[in-house]
Every structure is written in C-alpha cells, then in structure tokens.
C-alpha cells in the first residue's frame, strides 16, 4: 500500500470514528417522562409527542394478566412488561418522525406510535 | 395467533438452532456437549425464568437488562476464544465451552418465550395454536440448522464455520449498545436508516438480524460495538500467527 493511499485510509477511518464519536454522549440532564397504560392488549395513549432530539422516559403501566412484550424496529426497543406490573423505557434522542412500536405477544392490537416533533410544536401541543 | 407464535419462535429460537449447528460443525467431538449444553441450558433458563420477577427488580428494574448484558459478554468472549485459537476445538475445554455458550444464548433468547408461553397456556388462551405454533417454529429452525450442518460439516468448512461463529456472536454482541441506551446510560443517535432497501421487519430483514446482526437504523454506538467487536478478533488472530511464524522460523 502506498504511503499516500495509507494516508488517505487513516484520514477517512478517523473521520468515521468522530462522527461515530460524536453520537455518544454520557448525560444525567433532567428527562421528560411520558405513561402509556396497556390495557386489554391496547396502548393508552396511541400516540404520544415528543421533541426532537430530546432523550425521553416512557414508562409503560401494564394492567392485563398477560405480559407483553414492547419492541420496535424504529426505536430499537425491546423490554418485557409483566402483567400487572410497570416497567420504563428511554427514548431519544430522535430526528423529527413517526416511530412505530407494537406488543410483540398482541401484535394486532397492540399498536402505537412516538411522534417526534420540532420543539416548538412540542411546546405549542402543551 | 398461530402466525405470531411462529413469528416469535423463529425470531428467539433461530440464534439457538444457529450457533448450536455451527459449534457442531467447528467441533469434531459434538456428543460429548451438546446434550450437556441444551439440558442444562434449559434448566437454567427455566431457574431464572422462575426468579425473573427477582432478577428484573435489581439495579432499579435494569437487573434483567444486566444479566443479559453480562450473558453477551461471556458468548463474546468463547466464540473469541474459537476464532484466535485453531486448536482449541480439539481440546477438552472446547466442549465445555461450548456447552457454556448454549446455556447463555438459551437464556438470552428462551427466556422470553417461555415468558409468553407459561402466560399464555396458564390462561388457556389458544393453548392449540400455541402447541402448532411451537411444532412448526422448531420444524423450520430445525431444517434451517440441519442444512448448514449438512452443507458444512462434510466438506471440513471450519474456516467458514469460524467466520460465520464470529459474525452471528458480533451481531448478538452488538445488542449491548441497545441495552445500554435504553436504560439510560449511554446516549446516541442513529447514523442511517436503510429501513427503504432492507427493513428488519420484512422475513429477509429478521433473518439478517438473527445471522450477522443486521440493524436497518443503527446508533452510533451499536456501530463502534460492532466494529469493535469484529475488528479485534481478526487483528488478535493476526498477531498470533505471526507471533507463531516467527517463533517456528527462530526454532529452524
């Protein structure tokens, strides 16, 4: 390999690990938090607003017998909530759009979506 | 019902099946571990699927999150181990290893199907589909590990079988990043979305995820994990092998 050509690998590798750097963050600021009730195998709210690229937490109360299961393809998100019982997840943060995630044991009915907005029609939804 | 039962059985079973054929094919005596592995590996799982209510309450609700992410860290660790050392497949140690590295991906893929199973069946909700469901899941997983046995094994692919062991390992591994984010202690955004060209929730798409850990909007950090991840057991191998060559060239 030439001396130019290691060159140019090692600018392009570098700039990959910065952008992919720059992504991480370790942060403890004040997050807001949304509850979404499953009950009967439905989301309560259906579809929630949250601001853009801004971390959220969704606890999720579940109120049937059954478990379910969270999981979404657009957020990357899966975790199990017991019957009966709550469990939390954290969202974000999130480009501007509509994320979909379901109950994978209630697939059909157990549907919802995160809208991701600007946060100005965040603030003008409030 | 039916359909979401297959669905859920391909999706957490097919790991299982996967590895457990590619270890039959990189180690020349399976018998020894595998019934070893899949027994203890269900009693295992069925221990902590009893004290998943314990487990889930530890380190404020994450416990779960953790054993699965100390889980990952050991499978990484064997098929690293299997990748950097060609011997080890012959030795003693690879078939207890080997047994360890089911027991960890039976707990971190069974456990929630037995979750959805044990809900379901005690309810006696469409406990005939669940029991369909269950046949034709395992039937496919089956053929599907069968075939890469019958493929590989005869034809001595170990290569192929290493490389096919590091990368299914890499794209498990990687999940950690997703763990990690979702309990709030890393932040970070995703890079791309190929959701247009391959989405991970069309049957190809989930079937990529499973085999080489295809994400369609990966974060950045599942991207570094990744890389990482693939990266280091390929350089270690490198500096092994040379270390090896010239150490043989000294001797002559």
């Given at each position: 390999m030439s001396k130019v050509r290691r060159h140019e690998l090692k600018n392009i590798m570098q700039k990959f690990m910065m952008l992919v750097l720059l992504t991480l963050s370790f942060n403890a600021i004040a997050i807001d938090e949304i509850t979404i009730t499953i009950r009967n195998h439905l989301f309560y709210p259906p579809e929630i607003d949250i601001p853009e690229h801004k971390k959220v937490k969704i606890n999720f109360i579940n109120q049937d017998d059954t478990p379910e299961e969270i999981d979404s393809f657009d957020l990357n998100r899966e975790k199990v909530v017991f019957a009966n019982s709550r469990s939390s997840i954290f969202v974000g943060p999130l480009e501007a759009g509509r994320y979909r995630y379901f109950g994978e044991y209630h697939p059909n009915t157990a549907i919802g979506f995160v809208n991701v907005v600007s946060t100005e029609e965040h603030q003008d939804a409030k | 019902m039916l359909s979401n039962t297959v669905v859920l059985i391909l999706k957490d079973a097919l790991p299982i099946f996967w590895s457990i054929a590619i270890l039959i094919v990189l180690i020349p005596k399976w018998q020894h571990w595998l019934y070893f592995g899949i027994v203890s590996g269900i009693i295992v799982c069925l221990l902590v699927f009893n004290n998943i209510g314990i487990i889930s309450q530890y380190a404020d609700g994450l416990g779960f999150e953790f054993l699965k992410i100390l889980l990952l860290i050991i499978a990484y660790l064997i098929a690293v181990a299997f990748f950097v050392n060609n011997?080890?497949?012959?030795?003693?140690l690879a078939g207890l290893l080997a047994a360890l590295f089911i027991i960890c991906i039976i707990i971190l893929n069974a456990s929630n199907l037995l979750l959805f199973y044990v809900s379901f069946w005690r309810l006696n909700e469409q406990t005939h589909s669940l029991f369909l469901g269950l046949i034709l899941g395992i039937g496919i997983c089956t053929s599907i590990a069968t075939l890469l046995v019958l493929l590989l094994k005869p034809l001595q692919k170990v290569k192929v079988a290493r490389y096919l062991f590091l990368v299914f390992v890499v794209g498990q591994f990687s999940h950690i990043a997703y763990l990690l984010q979702q309990t709030d202690l890393v932040t970070s955004q995703q890079i791309w979305n190929s959701k247009q060209f391959?989405?991970?929730?069309?049957e190809i798409g989930q079937f990529l995820a499973t085999l080489i850990?295809?994400?369609s909007s990966p974060t950045g950090l599942y991207i570094l994990i990744y890389l990482i991840a693939l990266i280091t057991p390929n350089l270690l191998r490198l500096f092994i092998n040379s270390m090896r060559k010239g150490k043989k060239e000294s001797m002559k």
């Amino acid at each position: 390999m030439s001396k130019v050509r290691r060159h140019e690998l090692k600018n392009i590798m570098q700039k990959f690990m910065m952008l992919v750097l720059l992504t991480l963050s370790f942060n403890a600021i004040a997050i807001d938090e949304i509850t979404i009730t499953i009950r009967n195998h439905l989301f309560y709210p259906p579809e929630i607003d949250i601001p853009e690229h801004k971390k959220v937490k969704i606890n999720f109360i579940n109120q049937d017998d059954t478990p379910e299961e969270i999981d979404s393809f657009d957020l990357n998100r899966e975790k199990v909530v017991f019957a009966n019982s709550r469990s939390s997840i954290f969202v974000g943060p999130l480009e501007a759009g509509r994320y979909r995630y379901f109950g994978e044991y209630h697939p059909n009915t157990a549907i919802g979506f995160v809208n991701v907005v600007s946060t100005e029609e965040h603030q003008d939804a409030k | 019902m039916l359909s979401n039962t297959v669905v859920l059985i391909l999706k957490d079973a097919l790991p299982i099946f996967w590895s457990i054929a590619i270890l039959i094919v990189l180690i020349p005596k399976w018998q020894h571990w595998l019934y070893f592995g899949i027994v203890s590996g269900i009693i295992v799982c069925l221990l902590v699927f009893n004290n998943i209510g314990i487990i889930s309450q530890y380190a404020d609700g994450l416990g779960f999150e953790f054993l699965k992410i100390l889980l990952l860290i050991i499978a990484y660790l064997i098929a690293v181990a299997f990748f950097v050392n060609n011997q080890l497949r012959y030795s003693l140690l690879a078939g207890l290893l080997a047994a360890l590295f089911i027991i960890c991906i039976i707990i971190l893929n069974a456990s929630n199907l037995l979750l959805f199973y044990v809900s379901f069946w005690r309810l006696n909700e469409q406990t005939h589909s669940l029991f369909l469901g269950l046949i034709l899941g395992i039937g496919i997983c089956t053929s599907i590990a069968t075939l890469l046995v019958l493929l590989l094994k005869p034809l001595q692919k170990v290569k192929v079988a290493r490389y096919l062991f590091l990368v299914f390992v890499v794209g498990q591994f990687s999940h950690i990043a997703y763990l990690l984010q979702q309990t709030d202690l890393v932040t970070s955004q995703q890079i791309w979305n190929s959701k247009q060209f391959i989405s991970d929730e069309n049957e190809i798409g989930q079937f990529l995820a499973t085999l080489i850990g295809y994400e369609s909007s990966p974060t950045g950090l599942y991207i570094l994990i990744y890389l990482i991840a693939l990266i280091t057991p390929n350089l270690l191998r490198l500096f092994i092998n040379s270390m090896r060559k010239g150490k043989k060239e000294s001797m002559k």
